[in-house]
């Protein structure tokens, strides 16, 4: 989810769910300690419990970006071993880390030991030849025995020669079956099951059957009221909801505090497209924020009048 789940994203889906854990975009060590925290990193206290999710593969450098992560409040750091693009393979993290678990174990003990907030981990099934049946079991036994207990498994292995990173999301086939199973093989483990699940009705039948937790990315994204406005409600049992129109009225607020901020009103709306997807006036709504919200001057009333697409077509 990089470069999509950015601090006005994060702060748009807590206002939909109370419960569920926001992930940030996967942020490199190196970056954390040299780069512009606040733009990078920083976050709003509404948006916990939130998990800032790293990349790299030093031991120590992870260990410092995870004490600066503690140290500005994040309830949980995560190591990405599961993101297959060519930037992540050339410096030796994300998906390419599968082939390594030793060094994975490494990483997450030196963190584990930098910090007292949860250390967890994010993985693939495995890459390229690897056969998962063989290797996620050992990657799991070797991580877990640093000291790991919760694992976010995307259920497709990763073709890191071949595949470009979208294709990485949708050609190699889901085992789901293989991330239940290991389960059975760890239960003393957290483990959550991510890749290819669109709806609330898929993520209850995994925890029906088993797993700890679910993971949902791109569908909570393109269509965050089916997925979040929901959850609370269906998986939390806090029937407390709100609905879209209200959330676009709570977030005009925050809009107006980064425009004065010296923000522009588009690096917000880009994250509320798909909030009315599959009702009337969506499509007029997403049309008016992409047409007008990068116009001068445009703010809270821009994002008014686009609901007023919305209404009226409910009307």
Known sequence: MMDWTDRHCR????????????????VTAPAVLHGDRDRLIGYDPAEHPVALQLGGSDPVQLA???RVAADMGYDEVNLNCGCPSDRVQSGFFGAVLMENPALVAECCAAMIAAVDIPVTVKCRIGVDDQIPAEVLPDFIARVSAAGVDRFSIHARKAWLQGLSPKENRDIPPLDYDLVIAMKALFPHLHLSVNGGIATLDQAQDFLDRGLDGVMIGRAAYHLPCDILLDADARIYGDPTGRSAEEIVHLMLPYIADHLQAGGRLGQITRHMLGMFQGRPGAKAWRRHLSEQAHQDGAGPQTVLAALAHVTQAAA
């Open 11 to 26: 702060y748009l889906h807590r206002l939909m769910s109370r419960h569920v854990l926001l992930y940030s975009q996967m």
């Open 64 to 66: 410092q970006a995870a």
